[in-house]
């Protein structure tokens, strides 16, 4: 049987909280870095005369639901322009799953 010193236990129980202190952090600022950006991108749609959602919620054809981060909508009385965007506060380059993830919910939202 291993006998484990207190004091090697208390380290890396020691250890473990502090990472996951430090996980939690970094999760928490990736998350307002994020809405951080969906902010910011949706008050670019504002002033430029969009009508806009956060986080929405829509039902494609396939009747599959797909949140979007912002959505902006503007009409000139004869077509409706709707932007969608999948907002990304990433310090590297977006992987090519999640570009086909984005393809795949626009077509499945379809024209309006």
């Given at each position: 049987?291993?006998?484990?010193?207190?004091?090697?236990v208390?380290?890396?129980f020691?250890?473990?909280?502090?990472?996951?202190?430090?996980?939690?952090?970094?999760?928490?600022?990736?998350?307002?870095?994020?809405q951080?950006?969906e902010?910011?991108?949706?008050?670019?749609?504002q002033?430029?005369?969009?009508?806009?959602?956060?986080?929405?919620?829509?039902?494609?054809?396939?009747?599959g639901?797909?949140?979007?981060?912002?959505?902006?909508?503007?009409?000139?009385?004869?077509?409706?322009?709707?932007?969608?965007?999948?907002?990304?506060?990433?310090?590297?380059?977006?992987?090519k799953?999640?570009?086909?993830?984005?393809?795949?919910?626009?077509r499945?939202?379809?024209?309006?």
């Amino acid at each position: 049987m291993i006998k484990l010193n207190s004091w090697l236990v208390y380290i890396v129980f020691l250890i473990i909280a502090l990472f996951r202190e430090y996980f939690n952090e970094g999760l928490r600022w990736m998350l307002e870095k994020g809405q951080e950006l969906e902010r910011k991108i949706e008050s670019f749609f504002q002033l430029n005369g969009y009508k806009t959602q956060r986080n929405v919620v829509l039902e494609g054809r396939s009747g599959g639901k797909h949140e979007i981060d912002v959505l902006a909508e503007k009409s000139d009385g004869i077509t409706t322009f709707r932007v969608m965007v999948e907002c990304k506060a990433w310090n590297k380059p977006i992987e090519k799953d999640v570009v086909s993830k984005v393809s795949y919910v626009v077509r499945d939202l379809g024209p309006k």
